[in-house]
Each structure stands twice: as C-alpha cells, then as structure tokens.
C-alpha cells in the first residue's frame, strides 16, 4: 500500500477531515476534503 492510500484508508478509518491552504504542496492538497484561503478556512 503506497503513502495516499494509506492516507486515505486513514481517513475513513478515524472519520477525519483534512483541510488545505491554497498555498500547500500539491501532494497535500489533492488529499484534502476542505480547501481554501485564510478566510475560507
């Protein structure tokens, strides 16, 4: 099982939300259920 999948096996697992900045890696950021600015987050 590679880093995303075990990422996003995670998630579920734990009932978790991860939340982006615009400004975050690419790799982060793909993950993400919530994106957005400063004010949006």
Known sequence: ???K???????QEL?????AHFYQR???FEL???TGDSLEL
């Not at 999948?5 to 998630?11: A, C, G, M, P, R």
């Not at 009932?15 to 939340?19: N, R």
């Open 5 to 11: 999948e075990e990422i996003l096996k995670l998630k």
């Open 15 to 19: 009932d978790v939300t991860i939340v």
């Open 32 to 34: 993400a259920d919530v």
């Open 26 to 28: 690419d790799e982060v």
């Open 1 to 3: 099982m590679n880093l």
